[in-house]
């Protein structure tokens, strides 16, 4: 059972936008930056998403990302089917003193 | 550009001790925190422990007394130990580079599938 709640699936067809949701708690999303990591199949996770919605260099502003109180979203416009992945959210939760994360999102490019 | 790089026995029996290293190629090795994190087959991601460049270590604490995380300056690696693993430990092992400022887990090692069976 993950800390951070992220429904199973998102889809959406070719060209259109699906939001990801993240929930947590006071401990973690509402005091903490949260982070977000794109894992295409057979590999390790890759940084999308940091400090809520900053960008690495090298990532699309298709992706985007925000936080309100102890929940957050990860929001993909214009996909495109290398976008198929599962998606993790994270932050730092001051109780546990570690990194939580969410379950994943699958995301299906219809 | 940093390069992380792990390595580490892929096949254990019961009660044998998980031994992974993870060497740091590129960027600085004293600028960050060291981190552990494993993924279960068809599961999601789980935290370890990380490690500065000092050797203090942070753990799980649901794995606090089988975890030890250490590490190398001299040579830039850090290392992972779990004792008394059983198949609940049987994961794919990342070690990733954790930033101190605006916190993320910026890099990370290709995986390690460590699989427990008798």
């Known amino acids: 059972q993950s800390v951070l709640t992220q429904p199973p699936s998102a889809s959406g067809p070719p060209g259109q936008g699906v939001t990801i949701s993240c929930s947590g708690s006071?401990?973690?999303?509402?005091?903490?930056?949260v982070s977000w990591y794109q894992q295409l199949p057979g590999t390790a996770p890759k940084l999308l998403i940091y400090?809520?919605?900053r960008r690495p260099s090298g990532v699309p502003d298709r992706f985007s990302g925000s936080k309100s109180g102890t929940s957050a979203s990860l929001a993909i416009s214009g996909l495109q089917s290398e976008d198929e992945a599962d998606f993790f959210c994270?932050?730092?939760?001051?109780?546990?003193?570690?990194?939580?994360f969410g379950g994943g999102t699958k995301v299906t490019v219809l | 550009q940093v390069q992380l790089q792990q390595w580490g026995a892929g096949l254990l029996k019961p009660s044998e001790t998980l031994s992974l290293t993870c060497a740091v190629y590129?960027?600085?090795?004293?600028?960050?925190?060291w981190s552990w994190i494993r993924q279960s087959p068809g599961e999601g991601l789980e935290w370890i422990g990380e490690?500065?460049?000092?050797?203090?270590?942070k753990y799980n604490p649901s794995l606090k007394n089988r975890v030890s995380i250490s590490v190398d300056t001299s040579l830039n690696h850090f290392s992972l130990r779990l004792t008394s693993v059983t198949a609940a430990d049987t994961a794919v092992y990342y070690c990733?580079?954790?930033?101190?400022?605006?916190?993320?887990?910026?890099?990370w090692g290709q995986g390690t599938l460590v699989t427990v069976s008798a």
């Open positions: 990733a580079r954790k930033t101190w400022f605006l916190v993320r887990l910026d890099s």
């Open positions: 994270a932050a730092w939760d001051d109780s546990l003193n570690g990194w939580v």
């Open positions: 590129g960027g600085s090795f004293s600028d960050y925190y």
């Open positions: 006071s401990s973690n999303i509402g005091t903490n930056a």
């Open positions: 400090d809520n919605s």
């Open positions: 490690i500065d460049h000092r050797g203090s270590p």
